[in-house]
């Protein structure tokens, strides 16, 4: 092994889990500033660090803070069973984490002839373990439950664990349709197949070649998730927090991250399956690497235009209502924050325009690399806002019609659409 793919696994690792960790508060204040947006209010905006807001994210870290020091609680009715009771929250967080690290996050890099795969864990075989290891988590909310020895805990373990056997099944012929269409296992090749245009002009993207089973794949892992409107395995009105009942500070919050990185994870999969993954709509890698001169003129006019407009966003907003007598330091957060956006753009600009100007093939593969990585996260964080909006615009559906809807309608579509896929494929490729 090349230090070369040593330093490439490395960097790849801990940029897997800095998405996938780091991103939880991020997607925590983005969920309650929707939901004070929706319910007209303004969420969190209050928590600060030397008068550093960031919006309000500051929130959520004084959240996770709370949770590590929170005394730990037991019930004293749970007698058996301790370890696991303890053990079934780590269970459901590790196996949503664990189910992330096989999403790549650009193309392949070529260093020295030899192929480095951009995957925290680099596997050929990416859809099959997302299959596997993500059913695991079901396992610790099914624990949960029943060691909690809660009627309420053990009733939403049980709707949560019929739900998973109910749309995994769905889930799954949908994925086969998708091995079916790219020839694959590969999530990387996935992509691959998806920067290319079919029809002449449009993009051979899931969602446009693969119209029912993208439908029956999000639907079906947003049961997987248990986010709205599936979230019957909890319910203030019927069964209090469900599996999470018994459950209070650290434990807890594993779980609850554990929907966050669900969730996360559901996002990645959908936008590399369906949304072309880490390319550009009719760009490829190898035109990416081609042309890299025109892409580094066209960021370098996109990235100031959009400091700008951050700044200007940030002046009309972090501020106070005029009959309140201090900002509480927001002007100066704003200045601050400006003169930090403002000096990331220009080096920015000057290292694009180095790159532009003196070519070199390994620095272009690694800025190629990186504009891969930073469309990747703005997919994934347009998708999880999508998750987020569903969540504050719909009501629940009842237990019964999320049974009605995997069993009636989602199972016989999805083996409809298998069936329609093998025979154009069959006849395409005859």
């Known amino acids: 092994m090349s230090m070369a793919s ?46 550093f807001r960031l919006g309000g994210v500051i929130q959520s870290f004084a959240d996770v ?19 696991l009771f ?25 260093i020295d002839g030899e192929a480095l795969r951009m995957q925290p864990i680099p596997v050929e075989f990416g859809v099959f373990w997302y299959l596997a290891i993500g059913a695991v988590g079901v396992i610790g909310v099914i624990f949960g439950g029943w ?3 809660n009627k309420y805990s053990l ?19 949908a994925i086969i349709s998708f091995i079916i269409t790219y020839n694959s296992v590969d999530f990387n090749a996935m992509v691959e197949f ?26 079906a892992l947003f049961a997987e998730t248990n986010r709205n409107p599936f979230t019957v395995a909890e319910g203030e009105s019927e069964i209090v927090a469900g599996f999470m009942t018994e459950y209070s500070a650290m434990k807890f919050a594993m779980y609850f991250m554990g929907e966050y990185v669900a969730m996360n994870t559901a996002s990645a999969v959908i936008i590399t399956m369906v949304f072309g993954g880490y390319q550009l709509p009719y760009v490829s890698t190898q035109m990416l690497l081609e042309n890299f ?15 700008w407009w951050m700044i200007r966003f940030m002046r009309r907003n972090n501020r106070v209502r005029p009959s309140v007598s201090t900002d509480s330091g927001r002007a100066y957060e704003t200045k601050v924050i400006s003169i930090f ?50 969540r504050w615009t719909l009501p629940r559906f009842r237990y019964d019609q999320v049974q009605t809807l995997g069993w009636y309608y989602l199972l016989p579509l999805s083996l409809f659409n298998l069936f329609i896929t093998a025979i154009v494929v069959v006849g395409v490729n005859s």
Do not use: C
């Not at 009733?155 to 012929?173: D, H, I, K, Q, T």
């Not at 000057?350 to 930073?374: D, R």
């Open 341 to 390: 956006l403002v000096a990331m753009a220009v080096i920015v600009d000057v290292i694009l325009l180095y790159l532009a100007l003196s070519p070199n093939a390994l620095a272009t593969q690694i800025a190629v690399t990186l504009l891969q990585i930073m469309v990747f996260v703005i997919k994934l964080m347009a998708f999880n806002m999508f998750f987020i909006l569903i």
């Open 65 to 83: 803070v709370k949770l590590l020091i929170k005394e730990e609680y037991y019930p004293s009715h749970i007698k058996m069973g301790k370890w």
């Open 147 to 149: 060691l909690s020895h």
């Open 293 to 307: 001169n025109y892409f580094a003129y066209t960021l370098m006019i996109v990235v100031p235009v959009f400091v």
């Open 155 to 173: 009733l939403g373990a049980m709707r949560a664990a019929s739900m998973v056997v109910s749309y995994e099944l769905p889930l799954g012929l």
């Open 194 to 219: 998806q920067s290319d245009t079919f029809f002449i002009f449009l993009p051979a993207w899931g969602i446009l070649i693969q119209p029912l089973a993208s439908v029956i794949l999000i639907v």
């Open 86 to 110: 303890m053990l079934a929250p780590i269970i459901t967080f590790s196996a949503a984490l664990l189910a992330f690290m096989v999403i790549p996050f650009a193309d392949t890099l070529v």
């Open 6 to 51: 040593i330093i490439v696994a490395i960097i790849a690792f801990v940029l897997g889990a800095l998405l996938a960790l780091l991103t939880i508060p991020v997607l925590v204040w983005l969920e309650r500033r929707t939901a004070g947006l929706v319910q007209d209010r303004l969420g969190p905006n209050r928590t600060n660090i030397f008068g």
